[in-house]
């Protein structure tokens, strides 16, 4: 088997409230480390979890966008984009990916994470779409999924956030992308019953997986540490 079909989902979430968030620095070191010591045969995988309370900006973000960050902590890290907000109740999805080896550039890999999002939004009733100026997943104009990634050595890392069921309040402290008047969704308001967690995340991760050609896919649940 192609080692382009070969994917690895690592689950750290678990469904009981704050049971699963994980220090955003902690999972940021991982993922560069990750980055930095695979090698050509090195499979790709996506990690699923969600952070503690955290703020952070895009290497280039302008802080003038951060209005008041409360207690809520700040970190300046090395993807793209401006300033947002993660913490429990959102799913992180991060794709570490061999882009060279797939062939894929990062406009198309914006566009399959968007669409991936879509179709998992579209199999629960909810109408929703791109936005190729500010890339990211929007309903009614309002924003449920934000993207965000570095490219190192042809190998993606960060990736997606999908608002499911949290506390939408810190994004009051900052112009959420740099977009003063850009309004906040979430799955929460749009479905009377919200599955789990960790069924939307695995069924978000199968949607990005079908939108990458990975055939073969591997799981490997964790809910404390990583082990990468």
Known sequence: ???????????????????????????WQAMQTFTRER???????????EHTSVFTLGKAADESHVLNAGDIPLVRV??????TYHGPGQIMLYLLANLTRRNLGVRELVERLEQSVIALLASYGIQAKGDRKAPGVYVDNKKI???????????SYHGLCLNLDFDASPFLGINPCGYAD???????????????????????AGE????????????????????V
């Open 208 to 227: 990005l997986a079908k939108q990458l050609g990975y055939s073969e896919i591997t799981g490997s649940d964790a809910v404390a540490v990583f082990d």
């Open 78 to 83: 090395d993807r793209g984009g401006q300033v």
């Open 182 to 204: 850009l309004e906040i969704t979430q799955m929460h308001n749009h479905i009377s019953h919200l599955p789990s967690k960790r069924i939307i995340a695995t069924q978000l």
């Open 39 to 49: 090698d050509t045969n090195t499979v790709d995988e996506i990690w699923l979890l």
């Open 145 to 155: 999924a934000a993207l965000g990634l570095r490219i190192s050595r042809g190998c």
């Open 1 to 27: 088997m192609s080692l382009n079909q070969q994917l690895t989902i690592r689950n750290f979430l678990a469904d009981a409230p704050n049971q699963s968030t994980l220090d955003y620095q902690q999972v």
